[in-house]
């Protein structure tokens, strides 16, 4: 019945194998159903498109073999096999060609298998025309990058990702390939190891760079504002509303949001969040339609995500709609061997920005960093270096000056390097009494904590009580006695 029909459309002819002029972009269509052909040559051509359609794979894979394409649709479903074989062929043998699902409304399932597959986005039946035209003109970007890059992604240099090690040089290489596709990417790793900067670096090196990079901590959201955070609400729609207000998924259209902490959204907005996902689409509070958007998702979190969806915390849907991909950071004690040139470079930041020479770590001082675990990550070198370069005497920083946790620091540090001044935390006697008084220890160990939870939370500090498991008054309270600023 299908053949018949085809029959009627312009379209049987253009399927017949008809020559495209080299110097004009060119897209093949593989779609059984000819009224969606017909759509998709239609709306190509106006774009200044050639356009290739065919009905089978077969008939696809001769196409591939005649000739290169910038650019590929394929429906899942097909007489002769399936488009993920389709999707799977380009991959290997024309990666410079991205290529898009056509799926049916809802069958999301498809599409991540897709995504996971190597396709660069999706399309849901039935196609909505202004999307389509988004998707084509980011992928034709993509072709072209890929063209002038090579068909391999290379480990692009980047002086915000400090690191020469092995485990560097493999987040390097991915973040090049992530950065070349529209697949959910989930970036997994402790506090601290840089992840938004991974999800900006995958952002900034894509299609999509000239659009936003909009970055939210989903755990420094009030449970009762997400919603409007996240979609947007109308004039009215509720006590305060004064204006229309455009939500997160609307200021990142046509660029991509980065949604860290993400296993701390609550689980009402975990079923919100998976239909935008799904649907492209949202619903700003008080609107009676939803509004189509363009975005990118990556999403991060330090917490074991697989876990929390065992224990019944997250949405074992929404964690496979995130997690097509996942791109795991290493902690800094896996690669510790990037430890001065990060240090160096923290020190040369520190400086500029205090307008002083960069200090310089003596030997000793070196090797106590290379010996720390570093719970906190980079952003704990950063921390440690930042006090040592306040504390020190001149530009030399020495171990006392570091002021590590003793229980991770090197042995190498002499006798006479200990600290005396109370705040610091020098080795405990044989029964294991710590050799300042008891009063300077607690409150050393209390600033720590309180420091650590303001950072984690990006100082917010309703966030940060909540993570000490005290009342905003007590934090308050403890921030004025400790001086913290």
């Known amino acids: 019945m299908a053949a018949r029909a085809c029959g009627e459309y312009p379209c049987a002819a253009r399927s017949s194998g008809l020559q495209i002029p080299m110097s004009q972009q060119s897209v093949l269509v593989v779609d059984d159903e000819c009224d969606i052909r017909e759509l998709l040559t239609i709306t190509l051509g106006r774009m200044d498109l050639s356009v290739r359609a065919v009905g089978t794979l077969a008939e696809a894979r001769q196409s591939l073999a005649e000739r290169g394409f910038d650019l590929c649709f394929t429906d899942m479903r097909l007489p002769d096999g399936s488009g993920q074989t389709l999707v799977e062929l380009i991959a290997a043998q024309h990666p410079e ?68 090690s092995p485990a560097m040089q493999q987040v390097r290489i991915a973040i090049g390939k992530l950065a070349r596709n529209q697949a959910p990417v989930y970036i997994a790793g402790e506090s601290g190891v840089g992840k938004e900067l991974v999800a900006r670096l995958i952002h900034e090196q894509g299609p999509r760079a000239a659009g936003p990079f909009v970055p939210v901590n989903c755990g420094a959201i009030p449970a009762e504002l997400m919603e409007s955070e996240f979609f947007g609400h109308r004039r009215g729609s509720f006590t305060g509303a004064h204006a229309d207000k455009e939500g997160l998924f609307q200021a990142a259209h046509g660029g991509t949001l980065f949604l860290d902490e993400v296993a701390e959204l609550p689980l009402h907005m975990q079923v919100k969040l998976l239909r935008a996902i799904q649907e492209k689409a949202v619903r700003p509070i008080g609107a009676r339609e939803e509004v189509p958007v363009d975005v990118r998702i990556l999403s991060a979190t330090h917490k074991n995500l697989a876990a929390l969806v065992e224990q019944g915390q997250f949405r074992q849907d929404l964690f496979y709609r995130i997690n097509v991909i996942e791109l795991r950071v290493p902690p800094l004690r896996e690669r510790r061997g990037d430890v001065p040139r990060l240090a160096a470079h923290i020190l040369r930041q520190l400086a500029a920005k205090n307008g002083t020479p960069p200090g310089r770590l003596t030997q000793e001082a070196l090797q106590a960093l290379e010996a720390y675990d570093f719970p906190g990550n980079v952003r704990e070198l950063e921390n440690i270096l930042e006090r040592a370069m306040a504390m020190c005497e001149g530009e030399e920083i020495t171990v006392a000056d570091l002021m590590l946790p003793q229980r991770s620091a090197a042995p190498t540090a002499p006798a006479s390097a200990t600290p005396a001044t109370a705040a610091t935390v020098t080795p405990v006697d044989a029964a294991g009494v710590p050799g300042v008084p008891l009063e300077d220890y607690i409150s050393h160990l209390e600033r720590s904590a309180i420091i650590k939870a303001l950072e984690e939370s990006r100082y917010n500090k309703t966030a940060a009580a909540r993570k000490l498991g005290i009342t905003f008054r007590a934090l308050r309270y403890k921030l004025k006695k400790l001086g913290i600023d």
């Open 97 to 164: 060609t991205p290529v898009a699902m056509i799926t049916a409304y809802g069958n999301v399932d498809a599409a991540v298998n897709a995504l996971k597959a190597g396709a660069f986005d999706f399309v849901s039946k039935p196609v909505d025309i202004a999307m389509l035209r988004r998707l084509v003109r980011t992928a034709l970007k993509l072709a072209e990058e890929r063209r002038g890059a090579g068909q391999e992604p290379a480990a692009r240099g980047d002086e915000r990702l400090v690191g020469d």
